[in-house]
């Protein structure tokens, strides 16, 4: 049996964060994934500025070679359609200036297939020698023995750990069966995606697009534009509106490129690459316990993901980092109990927290179409909300803003 302080399982964004986080410390571990990359992972491909803001926080060289890859398309907005079809461009930042005339220093973010993502956070894994990177490994039990964890993969191999840091994605057994953490509908999300060539009509800036239309709220239809023509395209949508409309997602999809008014112009000459994927989305709109007597879980794993714009992997390699600094100090303390790993809880929850709550609140909010028609509305004459929502990306203050009825009320006064 092979020994380890720190077992990861999962290395899509939150272990591959972690095993980066704890390599950068000296601290050795082993990372195992069933798959073998590059592997795809279902997603919108949707890289935000927190995702810099997390990677930059483990080491700003991981982030340059990121900028510097060719397989990422700088995104310097986002596209913003109301139920009744107001659309609001948003530029990346306060200033920024459609027309061509802003200053464009940094991307809101970037689009890239989860493919090369995935697979360019494994190669930085493969620069670091104290991670033992293990892939095609599936980790199916977990056996909590007096001094740590036995992990055993499908073939039999037995690894014990100090601690673990369970990453394994919204279809986690682990966060299931040992953490006791459910589905439940109203906190869960699914979410279908396609690949299409030759999407018409988009953004000159490479914006990404968020349509939410009229019966897909609490949810909305993505086009995110991809380099070489291509775009991500996709819904999602709560699972509780799922089941009680009765809704087939991937029907839905094909329904809104053929027929809707505006997309089937846009669609016209686009070709469906391969097929359309499905997975969940465990949201963060509900705090829960995230850690036990030597675990902690992190990303999907954790139920992170945001409840308005459906954004996970900034929030998993936040999480990831703040596991493999929580498994440092508790590694110098040699204290593993649930007690200890429990200020992992509390210092996510103090970073992610205040975002999750509003996201949550704004979810809800979008519910009534004919406030958010309004809101569209008034922003693409108003320069001021423009401003606003384009600070929205950066500041949780500004966020807190759209939450309170003050806010819609003097909108609507001063339009
Ligand atoms: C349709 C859709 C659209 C989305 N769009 C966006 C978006 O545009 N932007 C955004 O930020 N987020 C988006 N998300 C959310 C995002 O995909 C996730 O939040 C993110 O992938 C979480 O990262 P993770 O590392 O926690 O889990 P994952 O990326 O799921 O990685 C988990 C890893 O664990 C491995 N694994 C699983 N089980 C085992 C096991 N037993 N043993 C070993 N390895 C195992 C898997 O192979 C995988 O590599 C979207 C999600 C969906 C479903």
């Given at each position: 049996m092979k020994n380890t302080k720190v077992f990861i399982v999962g290395a899509g964004p939150a272990g591959a964060a972690a095993s980066?986080?704890?390599?950068?410390?000296?601290?050795?571990?082993?990372?195992?994934?069933?798959?073998?990359?590059?592997?795809?992972?279902?997603?919108?491909?949707?890289?935000?500025?927190?995702?810099?803001?997390?990677?930059?926080?483990?080491?700003?060289?991981?982030?340059?070679r990121l900028h510097?890859?060719?397989?990422?398309?700088?995104?310097?907005?986002?596209t913003f359609a109301s139920p009744g079809r107001h659309s609001l461009d948003?530029?990346?930042?306060?200033?920024?200036?459609?027309?061509g005339d802003g200053i464009r220093e940094k991307p809101m973010g970037y689009v890239c297939t989860r493919l090369e993502f995935d697979n360019f956070?494994?190669?930085?894994?493969?620069?670091?020698?104290?991670?033992?990177l293990l892939q095609g490994v599936c980790i199916d039990t977990y056996e909590r023995v007096e001094d740590g964890y036995i992990v055993t993969d499908d073939t039999g191999i037995k690894t014990k750990a100090d601690i673990l840091i369970i990453a394994n994605g919204a279809h986690s057994s682990f966060t299931r069966e040992i953490a006791g953490i459910t589905m439940e509908p109203k906190h869960y999300m699914a979410g279908v995606r396609a690949y299409y060539q030759n999407v018409q009509g988009n953004h000159p800036d490479n914006f990404i697009e968020l349509h939410f239309l009229k019966h897909l709220l609490p949810g909305y239809f993505w086009v995110f534009p991809l380099p070489s023509g291509r775009a991500n395209v996709g819904v999602g949508m709560l699972s509780e509106a799922i089941r009680s409309k009765k809704i087939h997602l991937k029907k839905t999809l094909l329904d809104i490129v053929k027929n809707d008014p505006v997309f089937k112009e846009r669609f016209k000459e686009a070709e469906l690459i391969g097929g359309i994927e499905g997975y969940g989305l465990p949201l963060g709109s509900k705090r829960r316990k995230i850690s036990g007597d030597r675990y902690m879980l992190a990303g999907d794993a954790a139920y992170l993901i945001d409840p308005f714009t459906g954004e996970g992997i900034g929030n998993g390699i936040y999480s990831g980092r703040i596991a493999a600094l929580t498994a440092a100090s508790a590694l110098k303390e040699n204290n593993f109990s649930a007690k200890r790993m429990a200020a992992y809880d509390a210092e996510v929850y103090r970073i992610l927290g205040p975002e999750l709550k509003l996201s949550y609140r704004i979810q809800q909010l979008v519910r009534f179409p004919w406030l958010f028609d309004k809101l569209i509305k008034i922003g693409s004459r108003n320069k001021q909300l423009r401003e606003l929502l384009s600070g929205m990306f950066y500041e949780v203050n500004l966020r807190k803003k759209l939450t309170k009825p003050s806010f819609y009320v003097r909108m609507l006064l001063n339009r």
């Open positions: 980066l986080q704890l390599a950068k410390m000296g601290i050795a571990c082993v990372i195992a994934d069933k798959a073998v990359f590059p592997r795809d992972k279902v997603c919108g491909d949707g890289l935000s500025g927190k995702v810099i803001a997390a990677l930059n926080r483990i080491d700003p060289e991981i982030t340059a510097a890859s060719p397989f990422t398309l700088n995104s310097w907005g986002v948003v530029g990346c930042y306060p200033g920024y200036d459609s027309t956070l494994i190669e930085e894994i493969k620069r670091c020698p104290q991670i033992e």
